[in-house]
């Protein structure tokens, strides 16, 4: 009988394994920051696009997240897309009304089988709201892309932009 047992057990647990949801989404390390904070972003990429490499990586900066500073990875080439602000931001007495809206590494190749990360980092406005707050992620591939750009459904969404959720105070994210 317990060898019954444990047999069942044992073929559960495989079930159970086998039947899981693959939870292989674009996330974000640190899932809580303080409004008014600084913040450093670590998006990390699980796979490339079905068995292909990722080449790019593009994630969109949205309004209410200022100075934003990417970090360089070495293999990758690195740019950043700038723009103006919707809205002035405060930085410590100066007005800021233009910055990145979009960084992108290219060049680089991130096999299927691998993962990596990709850092940078900047401000939340001091008039945001308490709530998730997105960064839309696309991975470009040779032949396709992977749009993490989601913004509602959170991990029930098929393709959830990285979310960080803000709180009050710059309680977290430094």
């Known amino acids: 009988m317990i060898h019954i047992l444990a047999r069942a057990a044992a073929a559960a647990a495989t079930l159970a394994?086998?039947?899981?949801?693959?939870?292989?989404?674009?996330?974000?390390?640190?899932?809580?920051?303080?409004?008014?904070?600084?913040?450093?972003?670590?998006?990390?990429?699980?796979?490339?696009?079905?068995?292909?490499?990722?080449?790019?990586?593009?994630?969109?900066?949205?309004?209410?997240?200022?100075?934003?500073?990417?970090?360089?990875?070495?293999?990758?080439?690195?740019?950043?897309?700038?723009?103006?602000?919707?809205?002035?931001?405060?930085?410590?007495?100066?007005?800021?009304?233009?910055?990145?809206?979009?960084?992108?590494w290219s060049g680089g190749n991130l096999p299927n089988e691998w993962y990596d990360e990709f850092v940078f980092r900047g401000t939340f406005a001091t008039s945001l709201k308490p709530g998730p707050f997105y960064f839309p992620t696309i991975q470009e591939c040779a032949n396709g892309e992977e749009a993490w750009i989601e913004l509602k459904g959170g991990e029930d969404a098929e393709k959830p932009a990285p979310m960080v959720k803000l709180v009050p105070g710059g309680a977290a994210g430094d």
């Open 17 to 104: 394994v086998l039947c899981a949801p693959a939870f292989a989404h674009v996330t974000l390390e640190v899932q809580e920051a303080g409004i008014g904070s600084t913040y450093k972003a670590v998006v990390r990429i699980p796979h490339g696009c079905g068995s292909e490499a990722t080449n790019t990586v593009r994630i969109q900066i949205p309004e209410g997240f200022f100075n934003v500073k990417p970090m360089p990875k070495p293999g990758w080439d690195l740019k950043t897309v700038t723009g103006p602000y919707e809205h002035s931001y405060d930085d410590f007495g100066t007005p800021v009304t233009e910055g990145v809206k979009e960084i992108v």
